[in-house]
């Protein structure tokens, strides 16, 4: 039996692109020239369609071509206000730092801040010469490397010395201010006396004893007892120079028996050290009241700093 099926034809010219895609032919790919060098080349493809393992994307329909990324074309932000102002600070706090950091060294290591004169004050006892050469090793050391205690260190094995304060006046002298220990005493042992101070530390021999004005603490050959010693120094301490000027010698039989003579031949009965700042302003008071020939004072109590006694 015969079709009555009528064969069907492609439209449009033979050989048109149209005519070859609905024939079922393959598209044709074509690439174009990049139009700046350097630039990768594109593969076209015919519209409505996608390439093998591309997904199209919001934005993006099937079909539509994606733009190459031109070079040049991205956005500059200008730098927030806050951020540059806390970046020029932190700069700059960096750069002061760094300055600071090195003139303090400067000045810490520099020579020509080295010690070259040392300048002595305060001395009685000790000479000016004796104090400079236990500071020696001081000598071309930077003076911002000298502290109170170096010097006192140095001058530890001088017993006349106290205390100390030091004094950098630049660019080379150290001025050096001693206060020695006051000596209240001369302690006779045998032939020779000892200047001590009221804790009892020998600050030197006496070569005339006579021209010192200070009291003489009799020991013998024997030294004196540590309590009993420091009773006399201790009262000895708390009188004043003037009164302290006047005195011959000072004993103690016990602790609580401390007595002192002056050089007139007067005796003052002190007692113990209790109350020795009061004691003391009395005596000063008793010995300045006016002296009467009739009923000559040979003896001073002030054992009771209350009720003072004379007679």
């Keep these: 039996m015969a079709s009555t099926r009528r064969p069907t034809y492609p439209s449009g010219p033979r050989g048109s692109a149209s005519g070859r895609a609905a024939a079922g032919q393959e598209d ?23 390439p093998a393992g591309a997904t199209p994307t919001a934005g993006n329909p099937a079909g539509a071509s994606t733009p190459a990324p031109q070079r040049g074309n991205v956005l500059a932000f200008p730098e927030p206000k806050a951020k540059r102002r806390r970046r ?14 090195g003139i303090v060294a400067a000045a810490v290591y520099s020579p020509w801040l080295a010690v070259h004169t040392v300048t002595v004050e305060g001395n009685r006892i000790l000479t000016t010469q004796q104090v400079k050469a236990a500071l ?11 502290s109170d205690e170096d010097v006192s260190g140095l001058l530890q094995p001088l017993a006349q010395v106290k205390a100390v304060t030091t004094q950098a006046r630049p660019p080379s002298t150290l001025q050096v201010r001693i206060t020695e220990r ?15 101070d009221v804790d009892g530390v020998q600050l030197g021999k006496a070569k005339d004893p006579a021209s010192i004005k200070l009291p003489v603490i009799d020991g013998g050959r024997a030294a004196l007892p540590k309590d009993l010693f420091h009773a006399i120094t201790g009262v000895l301490g708390a009188l004043p120079p003037d009164v302290l000027a006047r005195l011959s ?21 002190w007692g113990n050290a209790g109350e020795k700042e009061l004691k003391a302003r009395v005596l000063t008071a008793l010995l300045k009241a006016p002296a009467d020939p009739k009923n000559p ?3 001073y109590d002030v054992s009771v700093p209350r009720h003072p006694v004379t007679r």
């Design 28 to 50: 044709v790919i074509s690439a174009s020239k990049a139009d700046h060098a350097g630039t990768t080349p594109t593969a076209t493809t015919p519209t409505g369609t996608t």
């Design 182 to 196: 006051v000596p209240v005493a001369l302690v006779k042992q045998a032939e020779v006396y000892q200047l001590v």
């Design 88 to 101: 020029i600070i932190l700069t700059t706090v960096a750069a002061i730092a760094v300055l600071i950091a």
């Design 136 to 146: 020696a090793p001081l000598q071309g050391k930077p003076l911002t490397q000298i």
């Design 249 to 269: 010698d000072a004993k103690a039989k016990s602790v609580d028996a401390v007595e002192l003579k002056l050089v007139d031949g007067q005796t003052i009965v």
């Design 297 to 299: 004072v040979a003896i």
